[in-house]
C-alpha cells in the first residue's frame, strides 16, 4: 500500500524560511496535497499540486515536486509565529478520495 | 458559507458501549470521508460515502459502520469501544472539484 513520509520536527526563527519535506511511495498518485492541523483542531487545506506539475507557489508557500525521487517539499517564505503547527503530507494514490497521511512535521516558530 | 460541522465536540464513552457521531457536509458537496488520528499520528482513512453509498473502506473492523442520508449529512458508528478507540474523529467533504476535500474540526472521543 502507500506509505508517506515526513521528518517529525523543526525549528526556526521568525521571518526564516521553513521548508518541510515528505516521500512517498505511490507513483500513480495524482495530486499531493499539504494540510495544516493547530492544537486542538482539524485539518486545514492548504495547498495541493497536481502530478504533472513540478512546482507550484501560493503568496507565501512553494510547492516542489520531484516524481522521479516522489519527493514533496513545502516552503514556507518568511514564517511567522502564526505558522506554528503541524504539517501533513496527504497522498491520495492514483483516487482523488482516499488519502494516505504522513505523521506530520511539527513546525514550531520562535519570536 | 458554513464549513463543514461536526457533533458532538467531545465525547466521554466507556468500555464496551456505542457511539454515533454526526457530520455536516459543505453545502452542495455530495462526498463524506471519515478520517481516524490517534494522537500523535496522521489521520487514517476510514469511509468514504458519495451519493450515499459506501465508495471505499480502510482498514478497520466490522464494528465501524456507516451511512449519509438524503440531505448527505453522515454518521459513523462504532460499537463495542476499546479503549484503542479513542482518538479525533474527522469528517471530510469534497464536491465537484473532488480533489479538494476539506476537513471538519473533528470529534473527540475518549474511551475510559
Known amino acids: 500500500g502507500e506509505d508517506v513520509e515526513q521528518s517529525l520536527f523543526l525549528s526556526v526563527r521568525e521571518g526564516d524560511s521553513s521548508v518541510i519535506n515528505c516521500t512517498y511511495t505511490d507513483s500513480s498518485s495524482t495530486y499531493l496535497y499539504w494540510y495544516k492541523q493547530e492544537p486542538g483542531a482539524g485539518l486545514q487545506l492548504l495547498t495541493y499540486?497536481?502530478?504533472?506539475?513540478d512546482m507550484k507557489q501560493d503568496q507565501r508557500l512553494t510547492v516542489l515536486l520531484n516524481k522521479k525521487d516522489k519527493h514533496l517539499s513545502l516552503r514556507i517564505a518568511d514564517t511567522q509565529t502564526g505558522d506554528s503547527a503541524i504539517y501533513f503530507c496527504?497522498?491520495?494514490?492514483?483516487?482523488?478520495?482516499?488519502?494516505?497521511f504522513g505523521k506530520g512535521t511539527m513546525l514550531l516558530v520562535s519570536p | 458559507d458554513a464549513g463543514v460541522t461536526q457533533s458532538p465536540t467531545h465525547l466521554i464513552k466507556t468500555r464496551g458501549q456505542q457511539v454515533t457521531l454526526r457530520c455536516s457536509p459543505i453545502?452542495?458537496?455530495?462526498?463524506v470521508s471519515w478520517y481516524q488520528q490517534v494522537l500523535g499520528q496522521g489521520p487514517q482513512f476510514i469511509f468514504q460515502y458519495y451519493e450515499k453509498e459506501e465508495r471505499g473502506r480502510g482498514n478497520f473492523p466490522d464494528r465501524f459502520s456507516a451511512r449519509q442520508f438524503p440531505n448527505y449529512s453522515s454518521e459513523l458508528n462504532v460499537n463495542a469501544l476499546l479503549l484503542g478507540d479513542s482518538a479525533l474523529y474527522l469528517c471530510?467533504?469534497?464536491?465537484?472539484?473532488?480533489?479538494?476535500?476539506?476537513f471538519g474540526p473533528g470529534t473527540r472521543l475518549t474511551v475510559t
Open positions: 471530510a467533504s469534497s464536491g465537484v472539484l473532488s480533489y479538494e476535500q476539506y
Open positions: 453545502s452542495g458537496h455530495k462526498s
Open positions: 499540486i497536481f502530478s504533472n506539475m
Open positions: 496527504a497522498d491520495p494514490g492514483a483516487g482523488y478520495s482516499t488519502l494516505t
